[in-house]
């Protein structure tokens, strides 16, 4: 275990909320008819909300919602409840193998640190770390909220920088891993400088692979217990 500093993103990596794509697009369907959006789009321009970048203004634009700020408050709020009942119903929960690794971490003689850095709302986050008894193992979390907008979300670096610094890194005595699920995690890590891994949790998403990626993974992992070996 070579790495000072682990960084996990949360949704699909951590806890398992099924499918992740279709899980956001749900959300973000009931956001939209919640805030009584003239025209819900077609899946098709809905699934290019999630990879547009800072463009995603001009799509919201577009749908008539003019305001991001109240978008995301109201998605925000719609994904919490949703989690809520999900959590009530027994039908989230966090991958099998993550409080056993988290642990092996933490209890790592060489005093290893651990943070989130998540695009979650930070409310959405501690519900989720609360109940399932996870928080006592990242000394920080960067997640959505307070002075964290969205322009600093994943694929921004910000997130990390922010971890990092009050971690107190030096790239020439220390090495990073962000672990995460999707390609916004590799970009993130690969633009502030850090190793990246990226875990398949679902087989079925990237069907198409990586290779095109601009940022490629410096590991790719199944599960969890992989990372005790890098
Ligand atoms: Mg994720």
């Not at 409840?81 to 790592?108: M, P, S």
């Amino acid at each position: 275990m070579k790495f000072e500093i682990y960084l996990f993103d949360l949704d699909g990596t951590l806890l398992n909320l099924g499918n992740i794509g279709a899980y956001a697009d749900q959300i973000l369907v009931k956001t939209l008819n919640e805030l009584k959006a003239p025209k819900i789009p077609e899946r098709d321009e809905r699934y290019k909300f999630w990879s547009a970048g800072n463009n995603y203004l001009e799509l919201l634009h577009k749908w008539g919602v003019s305001k991001a700020q109240k978008f995301w408050r109201q998605y925000d709020k719609v994904d919490f409840k949703q989690r809520k009942a999900l959590y009530n119903q027994k039908k989230i929960a966090l991958f099998g193998d993550v409080k056993t690794i988290l642990e092996r971490i933490y209890n790592h003689k060489d005093g290893k640190k651990i943070a989130i850095v998540t695009n979650t709302a930070n409310y959405v986050v501690d519900y989720i770390l609360k109940k399932f008894d996870i928080a006592t193992f990242f000394q920080e979390i960067f997640s959505m909220g307070f002075k964290n907008d969205q322009k600093s979300a994943k694929p921004s670096p910000s997130g990390i920088f922010s971890i990092l610094e009050s971690f107190h890194y030096d790239p020439n005595v220390h090495k990073a891993l962000m672990i995460g699920d999707s390609i916004s995690d590799i970009i993130a890590a690969k633009r502030a400088n850090i190793f990246a891994c990226l875990i398949k949790r679902d087989k079925m998403r990237y069907e198409k692979g990586f290779n095109s990626w601009k940022f490629q993974p410096d590991y790719i992992i199944e599960r969890l217990d992989e990372l005790l070996k890098l």
